[in-house]
């Protein structure tokens, strides 16, 4: 009876999750740019000019991207008219970083999601951990480092799918969160018998990302190891926390620490690194933050 038992609860909890995972199909279509830079992450050969054309054709996409290369963040002071000369000036990785961050963040404020699901927040929190990641990986020795922006800025998408496809659930697990001081994957696991994390995973198997993005994504609130190279899963789960003690979380508590007292890189071993990582971090985030 006790095997029954269980039979019924595993069915159940892989019924909630295939529909979690349906919940994709009811986002919002990609953009011909956002399809063309997911390709450029899948190991596809584009061009610079090929992401400048595709960024020319949105309007919106286009007019931010500029605005932010003409700003006092970028150094430049209106001159900068063409997107292909900013793609010259910024590099193409730079650029691509930027347009993701942008395309993503107006793909998922469209999401109709549970009651409470704190679309901006969830957003910067995407962006936040996308830069401090890739901030890491150009700093220090890290598997995959190219794969750090993209691991970081979608790192979540699975609680995205949880609000979406299962909202009654998403409600009970943020009462257990709010009631118990729980940790919020600790919670999935008991109202849905999986996380977001898992979710997430899947995701970046579906949109053809590299094996390395699927596996940092998938791991990124997992025990992991340090030593260099370190894994891409080490760099995305230091700063998913690093950020959500900066306050920059879905849900942001108080008492949040500042900047100084930020001590979540440490394990890392990145030595006198560590301040400037910090300080860059800041800065390239203070350049977007007010367009996401």
């Given at each position: ?10 069915s159940?909890?892989?019924?909630l999750k ?16 956002l399809?063309?830079?997911?390709a450029?992450l899948?190991g ?5 000019q090929q ?5 020319e ?16 963040m970028?150094g430049?002071?209106?001159n ?6 900013a ?7 730079r ?12 793909l998922w404020a469209r ?10 927040q969830?957003?910067l929190h995407?962006v ?17 480092p190219e794969?750090a ?26 009462d257990?969160?709010?009631h118990t ?6 919670c ?12 997430s995973?899947l995701?970046?198997?579906?949109w053809?990302?590299?094996?390395e993005?699927?596996?940092a994504?998938?791991?990124?609130h997992?025990?992991f190891?340090?030593?260099?190279p370190?894994p891409l ?5 230091t700063?998913?926390?690093?950020v ?16 100084e007292?930020?001590?979540t890189?440490?394990?890392?071993g990145?030595?006198?690194r ?12 203070e350049?977007?933050r007010?367009?996401c």
């Open positions: 009876m006790t095997y029954v038992g269980a039979m019924v609860i595993d159940t909890h892989t019924k295939d529909q979690a995972l349906r919940a994709l199909n009811q986002l919002p279509p990609f953009s011909p740019i399809g063309t830079l997911i450029t899948a596809e050969s584009v061009s610079f992401v400048a054309v595709q960024i054709k949105d309007t919106v996409l286009a007019g931010t991207v500029l605005r932010m290369v003409n700003s006092a970028y430049r002071r209106g900068i008219s063409s997107v292909r000369h793609v010259a000036l910024i590099g193409l990785d650029l691509r970083n930027v347009a993701l961050s942008l395309s993503i963040s107006q999401a109709r999601a549970a009651r409470r699901w704190p679309a901006s969830f957003n995407g936040a951990t996308a830069i401090l990641a890739d901030t890491i990986a150009q700093n220090t020795q890290v598997n995959y794969g922006f993209v691991a970081g800025l979608l790192h979540d998408v699975g609680k995205l799918l949880i609000a979406v496809g299962l909202p009654s659930e998403f409600e009970q697990v943020l257990m969160v709010e001081g729980r940790e919020w994957s600790a999935e696991d008991a109202v849905l018998g999986f996380h977001h994390a898992e979710l995973g995701v970046m198997e579906r053809n990302l590299p094996l993005v699927q596996r994504v998938t791991h990124h997992e025990s190891a340090f030593g260099l370190l899963a080490s760099v995305i789960a700063a998913d926390l690093t959500n003690q900066m306050g920059l979380t879905l849900f942001p508590g108080k008492g949040t620490p500042p900047p007292k930020i001590e890189l440490a394990p890392l990145l030595g006198d560590e301040p400037y990582i910090i300080v860059n971090f800041q800065s390239e985030f350049a977007i007010s367009y």
